[in-house]
């Protein structure tokens, strides 16, 4: 496709269980980030890829949280024993070169994490 | 820690009206950003402001980036309902490794 895709786009899970969200990048855009956003908080940011590694992953609230890149494309967010506090949505976005500059973020359209 | 200050937080107007918003930080940063989101949907970059007192205008809505570039504001001129959305505005951590989010203006433009 040509943009960000993201799935689930929902996903309702019992607290205790893992989870894990996939994103598939923009074809070639070798930046991949993490965000999350929950009511009234904003986006939080989580992880930043650049190709396959990982050169700023501060954001990850937990070790619970890990996340991991293969062949410079697909991107998934694992949460190991959810929380309720995991709820809210995950947004990943891609873009063309490494970000910080005047570059564009693609987002995706995020997956909503239900801990229930 | 960089952080980017929006306000107001929410605002609900009328059609026709103008309005401004405003995105505030101690920080300097080399460019800020802004950004729209609609429900169910990712933020949409509508523009990148990168030199100091720089003006951008893109249809009726005018961008203006801070001359010391701490803070940045968003000004609508005759508001429509399909302005309606979550406005964000976001600038560059100083490792370069990621966009910082302000907490974003809820518009609510209604006919």
């Known amino acids: 496709g040509a943009g960000v895709s993201q799935s689930p786009s929902n996903k309702v899970t019992e607290k205790g269980k893992d989870v894990e969200l996939r994103c598939d990048p923009i074809?070639?855009?070798?930046?991949l980030y993490w965000y999350r956003q929950s009511l009234g908080q904003g986006l939080e940011f989580l992880i930043y890829?650049?190709?396959?590694?990982?050169?700023?992953k501060s954001g990850l609230p937990s070790d619970r949280f890990s996340a991991e890149r293969t062949g410079g494309s697909v991107s998934t967010l694992t949460i190991q024993r959810t929380q309720q506090e995991d709820s809210a949505v995950y947004l990943c976005?891609?873009?063309?070169?490494?970000?910080?500059?005047?570059?564009?973020?693609?987002f995706g359209q995020g997956t909503r994490l239900t801990v229930v | 820690t960089q952080l980017l200050e929006q306000s107001p937080q929410f605002l609900s107007i009328q059609e026709g009206e103008n309005l401004t918003v405003y995105c505030n930080s101690s920080?300097?940063?080399?460019?800020l950003q802004w950004y729209r989101q609609e429900p169910g949907e990712g933020p949409v970059l509508l523009v990148t402001?990168?030199?100091?007192?720089e003006v951008k205008k893109l249809k009726r809505l005018t961008f203006q980036f801070g001359d010391a570039r701490k803070d940045s504001s968003l000004h609508i001129t005759a508001a429509q309902p399909g302005d309606t959305g979550l406005y964000l505005c976001?600038?560059?951590?100083?490792?370069?490794?990621?966009?910082?989010f302000g907490k974003g203006t809820t518009l609510s433009v209604s006919s």
């Open positions: 976005a891609s873009s063309p070169t490494r970000q910080g500059w005047n570059t564009e973020a693609f």
């Open positions: 976001a600038g560059a951590n100083q490792a370069g490794t990621a966009l910082i």
């Open positions: 074809s070639g855009h070798t930046a």
């Open positions: 402001v990168v030199t100091g007192g």
């Open positions: 920080s300097v940063f080399s460019s």
């Open positions: 890829f650049q190709g396959n590694s990982a050169p700023d």
